[in-house]
């Protein structure tokens, strides 16, 4: 699914990093779902859990998860349109704005808001068809989504879909999980909400120090976190441009310093 910050092009790269700690005891906690690109590819046998504080995005993973569940994988997007107009769009908007789901379900808002907009950035502006190159970016986020439902590892029904703050998800300490974090990244463009950098990266630690192998994308990390795996990337948003440059980023992963991994 194309979505702000997506890790879908680096899977390859980031999955047998993630997947290295998995076994019998071991759950998979995608903290920071958004666009479920990092636990759809991932294989793990047993259960997968998936968290998304965007209450309308985890409700258009909770609508797809329903569908399989009652229809079967091929009408997984009944109920998502392929064709969204702009006048439809920011109809939308307003909806989540004045948090209304009268007209619009939920579900729906999810999608138009995410999977409808300019590189996958929440409400970020209508992705209109582009008749130079003869994209559209909405029947292909739409023909994505279906693709990427399709060939989830162990199945999108396996998924468990939570919604909430990741400091508030249970996490089994029993044993020790694997913990991945794709934060809203610092001094970057922002998302849906503010996010406390500072609080998360306290949790951070407290759950590795637990025995937990915690895995955090961003560009930067505090002083206690050693970088894993990087991958050179250009600026994908348009928000760091300098004149008609894009800014090269590094691409990151941050383990807790100390701990084997």
């Not at 994308?217 to 600026?235: G, N, Q, R």
Request: aromatic share 16%; glycine share 8%.
């Amino acid at each position: 699914m194309r979505y702000q910050g997506s890790k879908k092009k680096f899977m390859k790269e980031i999955a047998p990093i993630l997947e290295k700690h998995i076994d019998e005891n071991t759950n998979f906690y995608d903290l920071f779902g958004g666009g479920m690109n990092v636990v759809s590819a991932i294989n793990c046998k047993y259960e997968k859990i998936a968290n998304e504080f965007n209450f309308y995005v985890y409700s258009m993973w909770k609508h797809i998860q329903k569908n399989v569940i009652m229809y079967g994988i091929e009408r997984c997007m009944d109920g998502l349109p392929n064709i969204v107009s702009e006048t439809t769009y920011y109809n939308a908007k307003n909806a989540y704005l004045n948090n209304d789901t009268s007209v619009f379900p939920a579900y729906l808002i999810g999608f138009i808001g995410s999977a409808c907009s300019y590189g996958g950035g929440w409400f970020n502006g209508y992705a209109r068809f582009n008749p130079n190159k003869n994209e559209d970016h909405i029947k292909e986020a739409w023909n994505g989504i279906k693709k990427q439902v399709i060939e989830w590892k162990g199945g999108i029904n396996n998924t468990n879909f939570i919604y909430g703050s990741y400091e508030n998800v249970m996490i089994d300490d029993e044993h020790p999980q694997i913990l991945y974090c794709d934060i809203p990244y610092e001094a970057t463009k922002k998302y849906e909400n503010d996010f406390d950098h500072k609080a998360f990266w306290e949790w951070a630690e407290k759950m590795a120090k637990k025995g937990h192998y915690v895995y955090v994308s961003e560009y930067t990390a505090p002083s206690t976190w050693d970088c894993l795996w990087e991958k050179v990337k250009k600026d994908g948003m348009g928000t760091t441009k300098e004149g008609n440059k894009q800014k090269i980023k590094t691409e990151k992963i941050f383990i807790y310093h100390g701990k084997i991994y």
